[in-house]
């Protein structure tokens, strides 16, 4: 019973109304199985019929709002959120592949210090002040930026 439907309704949706035909006559031209007492048949022809009236009835056309609509949410996500990322990652891998030896740099830390040596995938980063400096492996991923870091006190307010 419940077969019947499913295949009634694929053939439907996969071959048109043309290719349909019941037991009454083709289901879609308004004609309906006859009444033997199967609900499951009725239920189909039934579901076939509605969805012709509807398809006629300009029901199609929703069709189309929703993947316009569809559409339009995924161009506005690409532009929105997506292109603006790449756009940044690319930056930041250019920035990186560009540092060299002696550069100071700022990583993903907040720690400052300088380049001592590049390698494939990562930085010997010197760290420190004056003469007790530390030297540490950094992923070439976590460098942000380029940056000197400033070591001058901010003023001292006066009191009054």
């Known amino acids: 019973m419940m ?17 349909l035909v019941g037991p009454g006559g083709a289901i879609g031209d308004g004609v309906t199985a006859p009444a033997t007492g199967d609900t499951a048949i009725q239920i189909a022809a039934d579901a076939a019929n ?6 006629e009835g300009g029901g199609g056309i929703a069709l189309h709002w929703w993947i316009i609509g569809y559409a339009a949410l995924f161009a506005g996500l690409y532009f929105l959120m997506i292109r603006p990322q790449r756009k940044r990652e690319k930056k930041m891998k250019e920035l990186q592949s560009g540092l060299k030896t002696g550069d100071n740099v700022v ?5 400052f210090g300088r380049i001592a040596d590049v390698g494939t995938d990562c930085f010997v980063v010197e760290m420190g002040i004056g003469g007790r400096t530390v030297k540490v492996p950094v992923l070439k991923s976590d460098v942000l930026g380029v940056r000197d870091p400033v070591l001058t006190p901010p003023p001292k307010e006066e009191a009054k």
Do not use: P, W, Y
Not at 3 to 19: A, K, P, V, W, Y
């Open 107 to 111: 990583t993903n830390g907040g720690l």
């Open 50 to 55: 509605g969805a012709v009236q509807a398809a």
């Open 3 to 19: 077969e019947s439907l499913i295949f009634g309704i694929q053939r439907f949706l996969f071959m048109g109304t043309d290719g």
